[in-house]
């Protein structure tokens, strides 16, 4: 419980963040240049944060007697991991500025390096407090950064000093939390040899986490680097003054940034089922039971789908009023971006469950590959669509399109191998249902003005039941998944 209640504080400042520094801001274009800085920076960040705690948490619930030893290794090693990554960054800042013809970028990429060292060092002394099931003091860490982290940011911000300000305040707040988690936690003990975990199997471990990890964050983060760069690039082309083609650049970024907000949210309402079915599927496939892993695999996707289109549907039908629900009106330009990407996020988040039930089986090297295989489709179709469609009432949706892309192909390489290794997947009746379902859950949306926060949310509210009657009326949806949906809620 204190866990789960952590998190949702985590989600519900994160998106305060994401939604009042636009209003801060008053330019979409500086929030365009924070949010280039920050997604590039986040994708390390996410991947230190799962990989370490993982990493320490396994290692230390291995052995309790030796947790102080095990944190003191795990600090070290984060301290060079983290040490390294930030030094990277800093040096390698000016690089990073011109790759995506920004220089305003560098002051900000060294900034936020020092994000990177905090969070190496942070997540290492969360991991042995998880390993240690001590839950209420790494809830109560983790809801004092997340405070920290949107005061620093909005506080940040609110000075007047524009991106730079924001990214300041998250390095203040980093760096805060690493000191009073050091302090409070403090940095173990040194221990006898025999007492450590040999570093190549501590390696050996993270490696495969960091390689999934990576092209995971990739797929969601990347297509904004990849705006950037080439939004800036068209500028330039059409004879625009440098500062004018940056800045163009760096709005068209703020309003997709926007559009990710939302979009998100299917992807951060199904990751709850990735924790049941990895436990699930290692138990079912370690004993030989495949006919569970095959029936876990199936219930599990095939809720998945029906849950994620009863959230996108609607979303996509009324991403003009969902906008305005939180934007001012400047960034209703990222509602049909928004339209497409939400359904992309709806494949991405499969895609991550059937990755789960992978790893699960015991592949996650596979799982990772096609992991990499996507991040690569996901760069090259945003760069090939951005290119054709240039710069105008097209461009995001370009973007958005590109990474839809990407996104599907990881859904389609994951089914194949689920289908192969199982031999089941989501039925394709229930393809059919859902499809109708999303048909009228859109339609029912776009039908009715949203023009008022009110009406986007009763917009919201007729699609989701639409789509959510015909999948009773067909029969897809049963008492069963009821069920199913409040066993979910519970362990989330």
Not at 59 to 68: H, L, M, P, Q
Not at 156 to 181: E, H, K, N, R
Not at 212 to 227: R, S
Request: charged share 10%.
């Amino acid at each position: 419980m204190s866990i789960a209640g952590a998190k949702g504080y985590f989600i519900v400042t994160s998106y305060a963040v994401q939604l009042l520094l636009p209003r801060i801001f008053g330019e979409a274009k500086e929030f365009g240049l924070y949010s280039a800085t920050m997604s590039g920076v986040s994708i390390l960040t996410n991947v230190l944060i799962v990989a370490t705690i993982q990493s320490v948490s396994k290692f230390v619930s291995e052995d309790e007697s030796r947790a102080e030893v095990t944190l003191r290794q795990g600090l070290r090693i984060q301290a060079l991991v983290g040490g390294t990554l930030a030094l990277a960054l800093f040096i390698l800042a000016p690089a990073i500025a011109r790759l995506l013809l920004d220089g305003q970028l560098t002051r900000l990429v060294r900034i936020a390096s020092v994000v990177v060292f905090a969070y190496s060092l942070y997540a290492a002394v969360v991991g042995s407090l998880n390993g240690r099931h001590w839950f209420a003091k790494q809830a109560r860490l983790d809801v004092t950064f997340s405070t920290l982290r949107t005061v620093g940011i909005l506080g940040g911000a609110a000075l007047g000093f524009g991106a730079m300000g924001a990214v300041a305040g998250f390095a203040t707040a980093a760096a805060t939390i690493v000191t009073i988690s050091l302090i409070w936690i403090g940095l173990g003990r040194a221990g006898m040899p025999g007492d450590k975990i040999r570093r190549r199997r501590w390696i050996g471990f993270m490696a495969p986490i960091w390689t999934y990890q990576i092209c995971l964050n990739g797929i969601l983060m990347i297509d904004l680097q990849v705006l950037k760069r080439t939004a800036t690039e068209i500028a330039f082309a059409s004879a625009a003054t440098s500062q004018a083609a940056v800045d163009l650049a760096n709005q068209y970024v703020g309003y997709y940034r926007a559009a990710q907000t939302f979009a998100f949210v299917p992807y951060q309402l199904i990751i709850s089922i990735t924790f049941i079915v990895f436990p699930m599927i290692s138990r079912a496939t370690s004993i030989g039971n495949q006919e569970s892993a095959r029936s876990t695999i199936q219930h599990a996707m095939r809720f998945s789908l029906l849950l994620l289109l009863l959230v996108a549907a609607p979303t996509s039908g009324a991403a003009e009023g969902v906008m305005r629900l939180a934007y001012p009106s400047e960034y209703l330009a990222g509602a049909p971006a928004l339209s497409i990407l939400v359904f992309g996020v709806a494949a991405f988040a499969l895609f991550a469950v059937a990755a789960t039930a992978i790893s699960g089986a015991g592949k996650p090297s596979l799982a990772a590959m096609i992991a990499g295989v996507s991040l690569l489709v996901v760069v090259v179709a945003n760069r090939v669509l951005l290119m054709r469609a240039g710069l105008g009432d097209h461009t995001l949706q370009a973007a958005a399109t590109g990474t839809v892309i990407g996104m599907l192909v990881a859904l389609l390489l994951s089914g194949w191998v689920i289908h192969s290794s199982f031999g089941v997947f989501i039925p394709v009746s229930t393809w059919a249902r859902a499809g109708f379902a999303s048909v009228a859950g859109y339609a029912a949306a776009a039908a009715l003005p949203h023009d008022s926060a009110l009406m986007a949310l009763l917009a919201l509210a007729v699609g989701f039941l639409s789509a959510l009657a015909v999948l009773v009326v067909t029969g897809e949806l049963t008492r069963d998944d009821w069920h199913a949906t409040r066993r979910i809620v519970r362990r989330d």
